[in-house]
């Protein structure tokens, strides 16, 4: 059967991250994807605007008894206050499932936090961006992001799309990214 993207980004991160490593979770949501990164990962720092994804993915992390992540009640934006050096990230764009859905990630905060998150990107490590795009804003969320993907530069970033091509609605798709070798600036 083939993949749903979700798990192939986690397939994706996995093949990278070991208990030396440290991780993002740049939308905690209901922390289904912090607990995935703490399993494997020495740090996992995990952020979201909303108290109830802090909540539950405390929650759930408590249930799993993982101890590994550091939750964060602010903007993904503020991840380079944050963290030096990443071998892994994962993004869930959209909105907080059965919370409010006027609360969505947009274009402003994400390129910054996924700006950060590359320059502090190790060679060889990873992004993995699940796109949902069926809500109000998604679609200018979707094709910004698409935009900067887009010219990253070759020489240093591998970026691959993985979706569904004969879905009808907005199937959410993933978008990966590799970092071949530091840029100019030694990021």
Same mark, same amino acid.
């Given at each position: ?12 991160? $996995? ?9 993002? &979770? ?6 289904? &994807?912090?607990?995935? %990164?703490?399993? #494997? ?6 952020? &979201?605007?909303?108290?109830? $994804? %802090? ?5 759930r992390l408590k249930e799993a008894g993982i ?5 964060? #009640? ?36 994400? #390129?910054?936090? #996924? /700006? ?38 070759? /020489? ?27 840029? /100019?600036?030694?990021?």
């Open positions: 059967m083939i993949k749903r993207p979700i798990h192939l980004s986690h397939d994706f991160l $996995a093949e990278v991250l070991d208990k030396e490593s440290v991780a993002v &979770d740049a939308t905690m949501g209901n922390g289904n &994807d912090t607990l995935f %990164l703490a399993q #494997l990962a020495k740090k996992v720092y995990a952020f &979201d605007i909303q108290q109830q $994804a %802090l909540e539950r993915t405390r929650q101890s590994n992540a550091e939750l964060i #009640l602010e903007g993904h934006e503020t991840v380079g206050n944050y963290v030096d050096r990443i071998r892994a990230a994962i993004f869930n764009l959209g909105y907080l499932p059965s919370a409010d859905k006027s609360v969505i990630t947009v274009p402003k905060t994400t #390129l910054s936090a #996924l /700006e950060q998150i590359l320059e502090r990107l190790e060679v060889g490590g990873r992004v993995a961006i699940m796109v949902y795009y069926g809500h109000e804003g998604g679609s200018y969320e979707k094709n910004a992001l698409l935009h900067y993907v887009e010219d990253l530069p070759q /020489e240093y970033f591998t970026v691959m799309a993985y979706q569904p091509l004969n879905q009808i609605n907005t199937p959410p798709f993933l978008i990966m990214i590799e970092k071949l070798k530091e840029t /100019e600036n030694g990021n």
